[in-house]
């Protein structure tokens, strides 16, 4: 992947969460102590249209297909914590890693920060278990009204039990017992790409760059007007 020159960024040590949720709101995600946002990316030489999203806790449901993604992983369990980085989950993420063909990330330190539970702002890791193996880890940022997924990962192996969708499903039913109004599951794109799974949830909503938050309905084109007459920074 290969990022368009409209890419802004600056580093942070420290964010509270009321920072955390302004920044959440105008598109902004990070890396460590990175922060960066963009509305333009390229895979395989083609261009794809940034949309970041997020969820409406008080307007999301469960479809039924996700009940079914419950259903068939009652056998997990979860354990939320304070975020770390440890040989465990390292191994998890290089065999996660193997499903990338493009911009495959290097390493799961990367993505964090040294001290992953408090920089750059408070972190929890809300972690999938079948028995005792680990099998899925997604970073969950904390806000003051809202929360925002970092990175996930999950072993390849059990791609039956549909664990990126788990994860989220997760991370809506922690954000909402924190009393949160939204989750904020990252990037997707407009065009069809692999991150469509994220625009498949009830409660959804996309950041129309140019005119701010848009309720998503599932198959539509957010934003042809906009990506139409070209991108403008917020």
């Known amino acids: 992947m290969a990022i368009t020159k409209d890419e802004e960024y600056f580093a942070c040590l420290n964010v509270s969460p009321a920072q955390m949720d302004y920044l959440w709101a105008e598109g902004w995600r990070h890396f460590g102590i990175y922060f960066f946002r963009y509305q333009n990316s390229v895979?395989?030489?083609?261009?794809?249209?940034?949309?970041?999203?997020?969820i409406d806790l008080g307007r999301f449901s469960l479809t039924r297909s996700q009940k079914r993604v419950l259903a068939k992983n009652r056998?997990?369990?979860?354990?939320?914590?304070?975020?770390?980085?440890?040989?465990?989950?390292?191994?998890l993420f290089d065999h996660h890693s193997v499903r990338f063909h493009e911009n495959i990330p290097t390493?799961?330190?990367?993505?964090?920060?040294?001290m992953p539970a408090s920089v750059p702002c408070p972190t929890r890791?809300?972690?999938?278990?079948?028995?005792?193996?680990?099998?899925?880890v997604t970073y969950l940022d904390l806000g003051?009204?809202?929360?925002?997924?970092?990175?996930?990962?999950?072993?390849?192996?059990?791609a039956k039990r549909s664990l990126g969708i788990l994860m989220m499903l997760v991370s809506i039913r922690f954000?909402?017992?924190?009393?949160?109004?939204?989750?904020?599951?990252?990037?997707?794109?407009?065009?069809p790409?692999?991150?469509?799974?994220?625009?498949?949830?009830?409660?959804l909503e996309y950041l129309d760059w140019s005119a701010g938050w848009r309720p998503y309905v599932n198959?539509?084109?957010?934003?042809?007007?906009?990506?139409?007459?070209?991108a403008c920074t917020p």
Do not use: M, W
């Open 43 to 54: 895979h395989a030489d083609k261009k794809f249209s940034v949309i970041p999203l997020r």
């Open 75 to 91: 056998d997990a369990r979860t354990v939320v914590r304070p975020a770390s980085v440890d040989d465990e989950k390292r191994i």
């Open 107 to 114: 390493s799961l330190d990367d993505l964090l920060s040294p």
């Open 125 to 136: 890791e809300l972690c999938i278990y079948l028995a005792e193996r680990l099998v899925g």
């Open 144 to 158: 003051q009204r809202a929360t925002s997924a970092v990175y996930a990962i999950f072993d390849p192996e059990e």
């Open 175 to 191: 954000s909402q017992e924190r009393g949160c109004r939204y989750y904020y599951p990252g990037y997707a794109y407009r065009e």
């Open 193 to 203: 790409f692999a991150y469509d799974y994220k625009k498949r949830f009830k409660g």
């Open 219 to 230: 198959g539509q084109n957010p934003g042809d007007t906009f990506f139409q007459r070209g």
